[in-house]
Each structure stands twice: as structure tokens, then as C-alpha cells.
Nanobody, 121 residues
Framework: QVQLVESGGGLVQPGGSLRLSCAASGNILTISTMGWYRQAPGKQRELVARIFEYGTTNYADSVKGRFTISRDNTKNTVTLQMNSLKPEDTAVYSC???????????????WGQGTQVTVSA
């Protein structure tokens, strides 16, 4: 079995910073991409940032220059450093990993439980 466990999140004032972390564990053979998605009330889930196995990154235009994604392949962890947070960043943030687990030959998507980020004065 594979689990993604997130930590971080919470309430922060506009302009503040938060750090989200996610650790994947279980019968993992290889991980392709790891990333963060978010969903605000009444909106569709959107990609925030993702990082490929060898370090290539993608960011949503709305977070470029403010958020930084990184990963540690030895620990199967991904981190999202969020700076200069805005009220519009308020959402539930979920970790995603695309990986091959033992007994499987294809990549599957796994998700964390989600963590609330609220940016408010």
C-alpha cells in the first residue's frame, strides 16, 4: 500500500509564509512526478506546482515567483515553500505523486488527505 502524508498549512496573514510537506511511503518502486494541487470553495482543483524526478518544475502562473517546490528523492518527500501569500491562495492543498508500486507495471496517481491554507488578516 502507498500513503501520502501531508504536514503544514494553517492560518497566515497576507504577505506571510507557509511551508507544506508531503511524504510518500509504502511499496513504492519509482516516483515520476510529485506535486501540489489546490481547490478553493466553488472552484475546480488546479495545479499549483509539480516537480519531475530529475528536478524540472512547473508552476501555475499565479504562484510563479512566490512559491518554490522541491523534492528529496531519497526520502520520497516533496515540499512547497509559499511566500508572499495572498487571500486568493486560500484553499485546500493536496499532495500528489505519480508512481509505480510493487505489483504494478503502470503509473498510478496517489493523493494526500489535503491540508487547509487560509490567508486572512
Amino acid at each position: 500500500q502507498v500513503q501520502l502524508v501531508e504536514s503544514g498549512g494553517g492560518l497566515v496573514q497576507p504577505g506571510g509564509s507557509l511551508r507544506l510537506s508531503c511524504a510518500a511511503s509504502g511499496n513504492i518502486l519509482t516516483i515520476s512526478t510529485m506535486g501540489w494541487y489546490r481547490q478553493a470553495p466553488g472552484k475546480q482543483r488546479e495545479l499549483v506546482a509539480r516537480i519531475f524526478e530529475y528536478g524540472t518544475t512547473n508552476y501555475a502562473d499565479s504562484v510563479k515567483g512566490r512559491f518554490t517546490i522541491s523534492r528529496d528523492n531519497t526520502k520520497n518527500t516533496v515540499t512547497l515553500q509559499m511566500n508572499s501569500l495572498k487571500p486568493e491562495d486560500t484553499a485546500v492543498y493536496s499532495c500528489n505523486a505519480r508512481l509505480i508500486s510493487r505489483g504494478r507495471s503502470n503509473y498510478d496517481d496517489y493523493w494526500g488527505q489535503g491540508t487547509q491554507v487560509t490567508v486572512s488578516a
